[in-house]
């Protein structure tokens, strides 16, 4: 079979004290079938984000011309990953809260044929450190997407996900702000088969986040409601779209 292509994403805004560790990080070699490549969208930052992922060993960087928001970064990260030809992208945060040696975990749901999208859950996994408001806002907006989905979700913040490419080209994300909440909406509504991995979390020790509790939820709740109004169609899933040979076979071109 022929390889398959691998694009990880980092959505980046004034990251550069992280974003170098993080792209470090990623295993680029864990499978002889998946060649690994590292993508950065830099959503209009003002420091050196860019020039650090590209010494970090980025293959590409996108520079957004503004800053527009994680939700808009996002959706340009898939747009790219599926133009340069990825047959599977991961996201993946930039602040180093997100254990990138753990990427392969993520895969492997989608690799066996068992998910088409797949999220790291530090619930399922180690949260230790998260600060309580953060924690309580998680458990609120997890409950609400459980609610709506008919389906049980742990986390629903995550910035660790992985996307089959028919995920990635069915996509859509309806606002620039975030993704997290409207992007699994999205994905479960139209079929495809989401399964959560437990990761390790740890606490960001550089930088700060961009996200503040009322401007998170004054723009993610009505964007949760326009989401859920709108009719989508069932998506046809190829399960098999993304299977590896066991290591063992070694036969890939």
């Known amino acids: 079979m022929k390889k398959q292509k691998v694009i990880v994403f980092l959505p980046a805004y004034n990251e ?11 295993p680029r ?7 690994v490549k590292v993508l950065v969208i830099d959503d209009g930052s003002t420091d050196h984000t860019a020039a650090v992922a590209k010494e970090a060993g980025a293959d590409y960087i996108y520079q957004m011309p503004e800053n527009r928001g994680l939700g808009a970064a996002v959706r340009q990260g898939l747009q790219e990953c599926l133009r340069i030809g990825a ?27 068992e998910a088409d999208y797949t999220m790291g859950s530090r619930f399922l996994g180690t949260i230790r450190g998260m600060k309580w408001h953060r924690r309580l806002g998680n458990y609120f907006f997890t409950f609400l997407q459980s609610l709506l ?3 049980w979700i742990y986390d629903g913040q995550s910035g660790m996900r992985a996307f ?11 606002h620039d702000y975030n993704y997290a909440q409207v992007l699994t909406l999205n994905l479960v509504r139209k ?4 399964k959560e991995v437990p990761i390790r979390y740890q606490v960001r020790t550089t930088g700060q986040s961009f996200i503040k509790f009322r401007a998170y939820v004054t723009a993610v709740l009505p964007a949760i409601w326009k989401e859920m109004r709108r009719p989508v169609k069932k998506v046809a899933i190829d399960k098999s779209a993304h299977r590896l040979p066991n290591v063992a076979e070694k036969q890939c071109s």
Do not use: T, W
């Not at 070699?29 to 060649?35: A, G, K, L, S």
């Not at 047959?87 to 044929?113: C, K, R, S, T």
């Not at 089959?164 to 309806?174: D, G, L």
């Open 29 to 35: 070699f864990f499978h002889p079938c998946v060649d």
């Open 16 to 26: 550069e004290q992280s974003i170098g560790e993080v792209i470090r990080r990623i």
């Open 149 to 151: 989905l008919r389906k």
């Open 191 to 194: 079929g495809f088969r989401v």
């Open 87 to 113: 047959d599977i992208g991961v996201m993946i945060d930039a602040d180093n809260e997100y254990p990138a040696e753990q990427i392969p975990d993520l895969l492997a749901p989608i690799f066996a044929g």
């Open 164 to 174: 089959s490419r028919q995920a990635m080209e069915h996509a859509e994300i309806i």
